[in-house]
């Protein structure tokens, strides 16, 4: 079975420009979480969604958003970007009757120039 | 809030050694608790999880046993290969309502020589 997939692998783009990441959870998973890796850290949470409802939000600035569509895939919007959006943006899915535990995607890597 | 502690890396050992890695946290309620492993350019994948105090996790090798009196995670192996070498990070869960999240330690490294 095919597990989470991303896009693109990874992406260049300017300050001040926006980006958008997608993600295409396993088969049968309902929720998708976003996370973003800075080198050397761990991974911090974003968003979660499930149902195509956003269900929790972490620390992020307005600039982020996502949306999850009715296929259970995802997007992931950076507006405005900054050089410390630079980073791996991690999707994770999970089954609708376990959703904390989460599988991770290969990851999109973003730099910002 | 919720926090996870990992031993700083990197933890060099020799091919066939014994592995621990120290992982410890603070949580309100009894969260499930979780080990990853990244491999250089890759995402993560779960290694193992426990759900409970007292139940132990277990997958290729590794282990890891829920302690709820000393709040710990700790990652085990009994002999260590190359092919281990990667970063490990440990990870409970947090519930809030609807919403679920991890939250991550900072991760350890391993370096394995053959």
């Known amino acids: 079975d095919a597990g989470v997939t991303q896009s693109p692998t990874h992406l260049i783009k300017t300050r001040g420009q926006h980006v958008t990441l997608r993600c295409s959870p396993i088969?049968?998973?309902?929720?998708v979480s976003w996370y973003q890796q800075v080198l050397g850290q761990g991974p911090q949470f974003i968003f979660q969604?499930?149902?195509?409802?956003?269900?929790g939000r972490g620390n992020f600035p307005d600039r982020f958003s996502a949306r999850q569509f009715p296929n259970y895939s995802s997007e992931l919007n950076v507006n405005a970007l900054l050089l410390g959006d630079s980073a791996l943006y991690l999707c994770?899915?999970?089954?609708?009757?376990?959703?904390?535990?989460?599988?991770f995607g290969p990851g999109t890597r973003l730099l910002v120039l | 809030g919720d926090s996870v502690t990992q031993m700083e890396g990197p933890v060099t050992l020799s091919e066939e050694a014994f592995l621990t890695i120290n992982c410890t946290y603070t949580?309100?309620?009894?969260?499930?608790l979780f080990w990853y492993v990244q491999y250089p350019g890759e995402g993560l994948q779960l290694l193992l999880k426990?759900?409970?105090?007292?139940d132990k996790g277990s997958n290729k090798g590794f282990e890891a046993t829920y302690r709820k009196e000393t709040t710990s995670f700790h990652l085990e192996k009994g002999s260590v290969q190359v092919s281990d070498s990667a970063v490990y990070f440990c990870?409970?869960?947090?519930?809030?309502?609807?919403?679920?999240?991890?939250?991550f330690g900072s991760g350890t490294r391993l370096l394995v020589r053959p």
């Open positions: 994770a899915s999970s089954f609708e009757t376990d959703q904390e535990t989460q599988y």
């Open positions: 088969s049968g998973h309902k929720s």
């Open positions: 969604y499930y149902e195509k409802e956003e269900r």
């Open positions: 949580a309100t309620g009894y969260p499930s």
């Open positions: 426990a759900t409970k105090a007292d």
């Open positions: 990870a409970l869960s947090d519930r809030m309502d609807s919403s679920y999240k991890l939250i």
